[in-house]
């Protein structure tokens, strides 16, 4: 199974200042036959299922604001919040689904 | 808009069974995989099985493998997970998703809790 690592575990960070998750993968993720990295980020606030804001790793899905960014290509990925604001508490979760069974993070707890 | 709304968690004794069930509206259920994942309390995500849109292919995580059985009914755009021989590893709530994809479930419902204890 690949094994997502993140980094760090939780995190506090002020309003307005920038937030930065890191995710390592086990084994590569990038596709050769399409170019693209099988990584997606899931957000969880509490009390709530997940939400899925990033496909191939860097495309935001809609309605995600453009304060978030997702990057990285291989093992390495990053979730980065520029700006951080009170609704993107929560914990956000990595994701591969390059090969079976799909696998998750750890989890890393966002705080103000 | 997609919906799915789990139902069927509880309280049951180990080495007991539950079956839950997972309501889909607001997409062609036939066209999907559907995934159940799970998540203990306080912590991370677990996948646990998966079935294709027709129900001809089904996987299931290691953990659950010989104990858990998904299916579906299309007729009616319901998924399942039937589960015996419970264990307190099995506490979680469970989460029924949408696949995008065989290995991407993308939209999830709200879950149901299902507590394994004497």
């Known amino acids: 199974d690949i094994v997502l690592t993140q980094s760090p575990d939780s995190l506090a960070v002020s309003l307005g200042e920038r937030a930065t998750i890191n995710c390592k993968s086990s084994q590569n993720l990038l596709s050769n036959s399409n170019n693209k990295n099988y990584l997606t980020w899931f957000q969880q606030k509490p009390g709530q299922p997940p939400k899925l804001i990033f496909l191939?790793?860097?495309t935001r899905e809609s309605g995600v604001p453009d304060r978030f960014t997702g990057s990285g290509s291989g093992t390495d990925f990053t979730l980065t919040i520029s700006s951080l604001q009170p609704e993107d508490v929560a914990v956000y979760y990595c994701h591969q689904h390059y090969s079976t069974p799909p696998t998750f993070g750890q989890g890393t707890k966002l705080e103000i | 808009e997609v919906q799915l709304v789990e139902s069927g968690g509880g309280l049951v004794q180990p080495g007991g069974s539950l079956r839950l069930s997972c309501a889909a509206t607001g997409f062609i259920f036939t066209d999907y995989w559907m995934h159940w994942v799970r998540q203990a309390p306080g912590k991370g995500l677990v996948w646990v099985s998966r079935?294709?849109?027709?129900?001809?292919?089904?996987t299931y995580a290691e953990s659950v493998k010989g104990r858990f059985t998904i299916s579906r009914d299309n007729a009616k755009n319901t998924l399942y997970l039937q589960m015996n021989s419970l264990t307190a590893e099995d506490t979680a709530v469970y989460y029924c998703?949408?696949?995008?994809?065989?290995?991407?479930?993308?939209?999830w419902g709200q879950g149901t809790l299902v507590t394994v204890s004497s």
């Open positions: 191939w790793a860097s």
């Open positions: 998703a949408k696949g995008m994809t065989a290995r991407l479930p993308d939209i």
């Open positions: 079935i294709m849109g027709d129900a001809s292919e089904t």
